[in-house]
């Protein structure tokens, strides 16, 4: 475990990985810290909120992936699956919201949280484009409102429910889905 706001820690992350996978790459990079205030509408929004939420939802992926990316690229190279980009190969997995859509956006507020998660989602987009050749599939990914501490006891979804649709959802993933944003049951949500 890692403090995510510092950048400085990651290294030493990287290098433990790469001893625990023996030097083999690793295939699959799940982006999934996550923040959020309470609900906020922009009357009552602060600026630490949305830095803050901005800092760990959306350049702590960023900065994590930079610092994994030699042993995602190792994994890539390594992999007996050459057909396509999948998850056995090598994957960048986003961990996104609903919330951060802009089409899908009804209700407003929730501006540190859904700027933040409209980031993650372009530079999740700017991902599969760069990493594409190297032969690395990315994706954002919505896990559904889910009860946790961050979704809360309203939600309509357990946790191992939404586990079990990502499971089956991110060994589905391929070429085709590289660069979308997608939900825990495989479909394409909007931007």
């Known amino acids: 475990m890692t403090n995510l706001t510092n950048t400085d820690s990651y290294k030493r992350v990287v290098d433990t990985v790469n001893e625990r996978v023996n030097g083999a790459g690793l295939n699959v990079l799940f982006n999934n810290a996550g923040i959020s205030s309470k609900f906020t509408r922009l009357g009552l929004v602060k600026k630490q909120q949305i830095t803050d939420a901005f800092l760990i939802n959306t350049v702590a992926p960023i900065m994590l992936t ?58 999740t987009k ?21 009860r946790t501490d961050l979704g809360g006891s309203n939600a309509p979804m357990d946790v191992d429910s939404s586990v079990n649709c990502i499971l089956n959802t991110l060994n589905s993933l391929t070429e085709k889905q590289t660069g979308c944003f997608v939900q825990y049951d495989g479909k394409i949500l909007s931007w």
């Open 66 to 123: 930079k610092a994994f990316l030699p042993l995602l690229k190792t994994a890539a190279k390594n992999s007996e699956d050459k057909t396509g980009l999948n998850v056995r190969r090598a994957a960048v997995i986003n961990m996104t919201s609903i919330l951060g859509s802009i089409a899908e956006n009804g209700d407003g507020g929730f501006y540190p949280y859904r700027c933040s998660k409209a980031a993650l989602n372009a530079a």
């Open 126 to 146: 700017s991902m599969s484009i760069d990493l594409k050749a190297d032969g690395i599939l990315v994706v954002c990914l919505h896990p559904g409102w889910v």
